[in-house]
């Protein structure tokens, strides 16, 4: 008997002949590679003979962050159809799961965040018994993915794939060159990857080889800025946005070490002119505290420097507050897309020179 044991996080996958492991087969092979295209599409024909039976497709969200939604524009559109059910399924991130996750909002959060804004909201993981659903256990049968890290092996495109379409928009804008834009652990797995433009799907398809699974949609999370209430402000309003990617292994964007106290000094000096926003990243604080650029009492001073003089702003639903803003001071390249469609200003703070 044949049989393959998938090994996301170890990156390989073992094969089994009548039980006894022959073999490991790296993500990063030439075997993988055209063996997953295979699978895809053999697994492809079996969901749509299965799909076409249904009197209504479910299609789940999966998400983990509600400061990373960005699929809303897609669910609206699902939602308008008579023959879709769309549905927010909230899911852990595996460190979460394993209580070393704290600085992050937590999934009871993300539910009542979602409920509040009027979607409809399952549970993709079990709190009373700590542990993952499947996501066939809830009947979907198209799944798109909000990011590609920390997934549990269950609700991974590799499992999830044999029995639901799988997608991915990334929730950030991709402008930075990096490997992590296409990882065959991951992207490669997927149905569709959604990208923003020909200029990122020449990029992927130069780092990645022998793909098929890109295709060239737009950027869905930009489609909520035209929507957006715009308000008459009072006073200027400016959103400072620092990144959290200190570590050389990272994307590696941030520069608060350089620029941080200045721009807090700027902010308490114009407070009575200028309204600010201080919107650092989820990760921010917990970043900044063990890359040692403060101590955890020095940043709780500083995050509390900004509570005297403007707002924070740490929440999901930020969209409104970008389109209501004058300016911006970020080195986030995430934001850029929105920035670019409100056209508001943009002070971007870049140490690195790997755009796409």
């Known amino acids: 008997m044949f049989l393959i044991q998938y090994k996301p996080r170890q990156k390989y996958m073992r094969i089994y002949l009548f039980g006894m492991s022959i073999c490991r087969v790296y993500f990063d092979s030439v075997f993988y590679r055209r063996f997953v295209k ?25 998400v983990s962050e509600q400061s990373k939604w960005g699929y809303a524009s897609v669910y609206d559109a699902f939602a308008k159809s ?36 009027g979607y409809n909201v399952e549970l993709a993981y079990d709190e009373k018994n700590h542990k993952y659903i499947p996501l066939n256990k809830l009947n979907i049968d198209i799944v798109f993915y909000q990011q590609p890290w920390e997934l549990d092996d269950s609700q991974h495109p590799i499992n999830v794939s044999k029995y639901a379409i799988t997608g991915y928009v990334s929730y950030g804008f991709e402008l930075v060159a990096d490997k992590i834009l296409y990882m065959d652990s991951f992207h490669r797995w997927l149905d569709f990857f959604f990208t923003p433009s020909q200029q990122t799907s020449d990029y992927l ?12 949609s737009g950027y869905p999370k930009v ?12 006073k200027p309003v400016v959103i400072y946005a620092p990144h959290h990617s200190f570590e050389k292994n990272s994307l590696n964007m941030a520069t608060f070490q350089f620029n941080g106290r200045e721009i807090l000094h700027l902010a308490q000096s114009t407070a009575d002119k200028i309204d600010w926003v201080f919107k650092p990243h989820p990760r ?18 500083y995050y509390n420097a900004w509570q005297k003089i403007g707002k924070i702003e740490e929440g999901g639903d930020y969209i409104n507050m970008f389109v209501n803003s004058s300016a911006m001071i ?27």
Not at 223 to 234: P, T
């Open 38 to 62: 295979y699978v895809l599409s053999h697994r492809m024909k079996k969901k749509l003979k299965s799909i076409n039976k249904h009197k209504k497709i479910r299609v789940g969200f999966l």
């Open 82 to 117: 008579e023959n879709y059910e769309p549905v927010i399924l909230i899911t852990k991130l595996s460190l979460e799961h394993l209580g070393q996750k704290t600085y992050y909002k937590t999934g009871a959060d993300c539910y009542t965040y979602f409920k509040n804004m």
């Open 205 to 216: 398809t130069s780092i990645a080889p022998d793909v098929s699974n890109i295709y060239i």
């Open 223 to 234: 489609d909520a800025y035209f929507d957006a209430i715009h308000k008459k402000l009072k």
């Open 284 to 301: 921010f604080k917990h970043a900044v505290v063990i890359n040692n650029i403060m101590t955890q009492d020095e940043i709780e001073q």
């Open 330 to 356: 970020t080195d986030c390249c995430s934001f850029f897309g929105g920035i670019f469609a409100v056209k508001t200003s943009c002070l971007a703070f870049n140490k690195s020179t790997r755009f796409i």
